[in-house]
């Protein structure tokens, strides 16, 4: 399916005057994060605007599938209540399957959103082509890293064209040589099309109508900031509390700031490399490293080391505890805090850094 027809899905299904009866599941996936981000507040909007209050929100890292089955079985009062579950495609095929069970006779007044990345398991994807809908934006999941390069420059062309700006084919491939990584894979797809987002949004500001030129594009565009938020999970992995609080300081301060959202996608890739280099077991050499998670070079030896380093089954906790971060930025009373979103958001970031040192130090549970 294309960005197309899948944009003309939502709006014909979600948002027209006349919308398609909400249906049991929805499948809201691909690389293209912001707009599955929109697609999903778009879902929300209308589960809310039919009575059926915020939904429940819940990670498939996090949760086990015989809660997420539970929540979905629950009767409402308001007689319609929305199920959202991210990182979906993190589910194993058995438990994946307990669902299949479960979308043969769902329940009538719940709504369920599996937010994903990647395709769901199998039969998981299969069957919810069947009985609900499959959204996906971004390239095909199994294009090249040449392809996926291009798809970036559309991606950021698209984005400054809906805020309002005018970007030349030519400056939109610097910007893209400047601040993406190679687009090897689905996460770094992801990650480098949050980046843009947040790049198109401030060219356009400070381009004030102009086209957006080189000029620009050096003055506000930092270069690889990937990079800086590497330098933020080696200091997270290696439990150095004063350092990784000044990397996050530096990621959240000046002009060329990161956002949030595009720190927590760098961290949880390199998380769950790690959690794939750990399953392997102690001994794990770096060509297994690298067959396991599709890294080459510098960055697999550097997991590979890091792995060996922290506590047994310190990343995967690591990754439930992203998982909650990710949600707490999207929807939490603690990022209500302070006199601006900015400190909620900080303080959120501030809290999961935290916990992150600590568990790199040998905690159980944060």
């Given at each position: 399916?294309?960005?197309?027809?899948?944009?003309?899905?939502?709006r014909c299904?979600?948002?027209?005057?006349?919308?398609?009866?909400l249906?049991?599941?929805?499948?809201?996936q691909?690389?293209?994060?912001?707009?599955?981000?929109?697609?999903?507040?778009?879902?929300v909007?209308?589960?809310?605007?039919?009575?059926?209050?915020?939904?429940?929100?819940?990670?498939?890292?996090?949760t086990?599938?015989s809660?997420?089955?539970?929540?979905?079985?629950?009767?409402?009062?308001g007689?319609?209540?929305g199920?959202?579950?991210?990182?979906?495609?993190?589910?194993?095929?058995?438990e994946?399957?307990?669902?299949?069970?479960?979308?043969?006779?769902?329940?009538p007044?719940?709504?369920l959103?599996l937010?994903?990345?990647?395709?769901?398991p199998q039969?998981l994807?299969?069957?919810?082509?069947?009985?609900?809908?499959v959204?996906?934006?971004g390239p095909?999941?199994?294009a090249?890293?040449?392809?996926?390069r291009?798809?970036?420059?559309?991606?950021?062309?698209?984005?400054?064209?809906?805020?309002?700006?005018?970007?030349p084919?030519?400056v939109a491939?610097?910007?893209?040589e400047?601040?993406?990584?190679?687009?090897s894979?689905?996460?770094?797809?992801?990650?480098?099309a949050?980046m843009?987002?947040?790049?198109?949004?401030k060219?356009?500001?400070?381009?004030?109508?102009a086209?957006?030129?080189?000029e620009?594009?050096a003055?506000?565009?930092?270069?690889?900031?990937e990079?800086r938020?590497?330098?933020?999970?080696?200091?997270?992995?290696a439990?150095?509390?004063?350092?990784a609080?000044?990397?996050?300081?530096d990621?959240?301060?000046?002009?060329d700031r990161?956002?949030?959202v595009?720190?927590?996608a760098?961290?949880?890739r390199h998380?769950?490399?790690?959690?794939r280099?750990?399953?392997?077991?102690?001994g794990?050499s770096?060509?297994?490293v690298s067959?396991a998670?599709?890294m080459?070079?510098?960055?697999?030896?550097k997991v590979?080391?890091?792995a060996?380093a922290?506590?047994?089954?310190?990343?995967a906790?690591?990754?439930?505890r992203?998982?909650?971060?990710?949600?707490d930025?999207?929807?939490?009373?603690?990022?209500?805090?302070?006199?601006?979103?900015?400190d909620?958001?900080r303080?959120?970031?501030?809290t999961a850094?935290?916990?992150?040192?600590?568990?790199?130090?040998?905690?159980?549970?944060?």
């Amino acid at each position: 399916m294309g960005p197309g027809t899948a944009a003309r899905r939502v709006r014909c299904g979600l948002m027209s005057t006349n919308p398609e009866p909400l249906v049991a599941v929805y499948a809201i996936q691909g690389e293209d994060r912001p707009k599955v981000d929109r697609a999903l507040a778009r879902l929300v909007r209308r589960i809310i605007d039919e009575g059926g209050g915020d939904p429940e929100r819940l990670s498939a890292s996090e949760t086990p599938m015989s809660d997420v089955i539970a929540t979905c079985q629950t009767l409402s009062f308001g007689g319609l209540q929305g199920v959202i579950v991210t990182d979906a495609d993190a589910w194993r095929a058995a438990e994946a399957d307990l669902l299949v069970a479960y979308l043969e006779d769902p329940n009538p007044a719940t709504v369920l959103a599996l937010v994903s990345v990647g395709v769901l398991p199998q039969r998981l994807q299969h069957v919810v082509q069947q009985v609900g809908r499959v959204l996906h934006w971004g390239p095909d999941p199994k294009a090249s890293a040449r392809e996926r390069r291009k798809w970036l420059e559309l991606h950021f062309t698209q984005e400054v064209a809906r805020l309002g700006g005018h970007v030349p084919p030519s400056v939109a491939r610097a910007v893209i040589e400047r601040s993406c990584g190679e687009a090897s894979d689905a996460q770094r797809t992801g990650m480098n099309a949050l980046m843009l987002s947040n790049e198109a949004q401030k060219l356009v500001a400070y381009a004030g109508g102009a086209a957006i030129d080189r000029e620009m594009v050096a003055a506000i565009t930092p270069e690889h900031p990937e990079a800086r938020v590497y330098e933020l999970a080696d200091a997270l992995v290696a439990g150095r509390a004063p350092e990784a609080f000044e990397r996050l300081s530096d990621l959240g301060s000046g002009d060329d700031r990161t956002e949030p959202v595009v720190i927590v996608a760098g961290l949880v890739r390199h998380y769950r490399a790690l959690a794939r280099a750990q399953d392997l077991g102690p001994g794990a050499s770096v060509d297994e490293v690298s067959a396991a998670t599709g890294m080459k070079g510098f960055p697999v030896r550097k997991v590979t080391e890091q792995a060996q380093a922290l506590p047994g089954g310190a990343a995967a906790r690591a990754v439930v505890r992203l998982a909650r971060l990710e949600m707490d930025l999207r929807v939490s009373a603690q990022r209500e805090l302070g006199s601006s979103p900015d400190d909620g958001r900080r303080f959120v970031l501030e809290t999961a850094a935290r916990d992150l040192v600590a568990i790199a130090h040998g905690s159980s549970g944060v």
